[in-house]
């Protein structure tokens, strides 16, 4: 065996393959071999098939440092089911409730403007032809 590959050993639950650290993270296998390239995720080692295998708590951190950068970091568990649905009154639910009803007024102001725009051009395609 060449001393730069990993062992290939047996999975247990502090590895995972690719395809489950990709889930973990809400990305793409490709995004995760792209991780893997820049040194943000280390193998540890080779699974059955001679698929990647990284240490969990490597990709729980890293998942922990995205959600960082993005300004949401849950607690706990779901961060949706386990906040918001829990509080009727939590200023996120309320900031999300105000620019659902912000955006519904926005598409039915762009569909009657559509619908002007719509007439406008068969009242110009009508004088055009001399109706």
């Known amino acids: 065996m060449n001393e730069n590959q990993p062992p290939t050993h047996e999975r247990d639950h502090t590895t995972m393959t690719t395809a489950e650290a990709a889930e973990l993270l809400g990305v793409r296998s490709d995004s995760v071999h792209g991780m ?7 193998v540890v080692g080779k699974g059955k098939n001679g698929v990647n295998l990284f240490l969990r708590r490597d ?21 949706w089911s386990s906040t918001l649905a829990t509080c009727d009154d939590c200023p996120l639910r309320t900031k999300v409730a105000d620019l659902e009803r912000r955006l519904a007024a926005a598409e ?3 569909a009657v ?11 110009m395609n009508a004088a055009v032809i001399g109706e």
Request: proline share 2%; charged share 40%.
């Open 113 to 123: 403007s559509d619908d002007k725009a719509r007439r406008a051009m068969v009242a």
């Open 59 to 79: 990709v729980e951190s890293l998942k922990v440092q995205r959600l960082k950068g993005r300004r949401v970091v849950p607690e706990q568990g779901n961060f």
């Open 108 to 110: 039915q102001k762009a």
């Open 36 to 42: 893997k390239a820049d040194g943000r995720l280390k």
